[in-house]
């Protein structure tokens, strides 16, 4: 079945520019699914990112569109995040997350998590 | 401040039932039967555990049920079990521009 595995930096500095990447395996990006990132700050609860289609079609949480990329690299089976100019509220567990039902309706499958730490 | 709301806690006993609200808005939970729900068990990713309003993965139990009254949507735990103490989130779908809101989490405690 489906698994995904967050990867990137455990910190970052102030300022700068917080890079993920998720990587899909035992199914194929390019299926009719759309792909989230999911966030969850320590003690907090979740909030949802953004999310990307195959096709490079994306859509983003409003309060955080300014500072949020998410992309594609169909060749190697993953999806990424980057997420500009953080600060200390940006410190967080980051999922990625495969979404069900053809567009931002549920979230089926979920990586485990990857902890960032934003700080100098 | 989530854009659902939850009771920061509930509890229950071995064997009872325990119902986990989620107050919305038109726009959101009232607006649309794509509510779901979500176990995560501390230092563990979240679990779909309903979706669709009212429908289970395979694998949930059946002890799982969910419902949805105007801008309120219900998660039901029957026959409550050790395990089934963890924290719970809804999720609803909420339009072509916020498109997806969680609501702040319930922790559920098995006495």
């Known amino acids: 079945q489906v698994q995904l595995q967050e990867s990137g930096p455990g910190l970052v500095k102030p300022s700068g520019t917080l890079s993920l990447t998720c990587a899909v395996s035992g199914g194929s990006i390019s299926s009719s699914n759309w792909w989230s990132w999911v966030r969850q700050p320590p003690g907090k609860g979740l909030e949802w990112i953004g999310e990307i289609y195959h096709s490079g079609s994306t859509n983003y949480n409003p309060s955080l569109k300014s500072r949020v990329t998410i992309s594609v690299d169909k060749s190697k089976n993953q999806f990424s995040l980057k997420l500009s100019s953080v600060t200390a509220a940006d410190t967080a567990v980051y999922y990625c997350a495969r979404e069900g039902g053809g567009g931002p309706y549920y979230m089926d499958v979920w990586g485990k998590g990857t902890t960032v730490t934003v700080s100098s | 401040q989530s854009a659902l709301t939850q009771p920061r806690s509930v509890s229950g006993s071995p064997g009872q039932s325990v119902t986990i609200s989620c107050t919305g808005t038109s726009s959101d939970v009232g607006g649309y039967n794509y509510v779901s729900w979500y176990q995560q068990h501390p230092g563990k990713a979240p679990k779909l555990m309903i979706y669709?309003?009212?429908k289970r993965p395979s694998g949930v139990p059946d002890r799982f049920s969910g419902s949805k009254s105007g801008n309120t949507a219900s998660l039901t735990i029957s026959g409550l079990q050790a395990e089934d103490e963890a924290d719970y989130y809804c999720c609803s779908y909420a339009g072509s521009y916020t498109l997806v809101v969680f609501g702040g989490g319930t922790k559920l405690t098995v006495l």
């Open positions: 669709d309003v009212s």
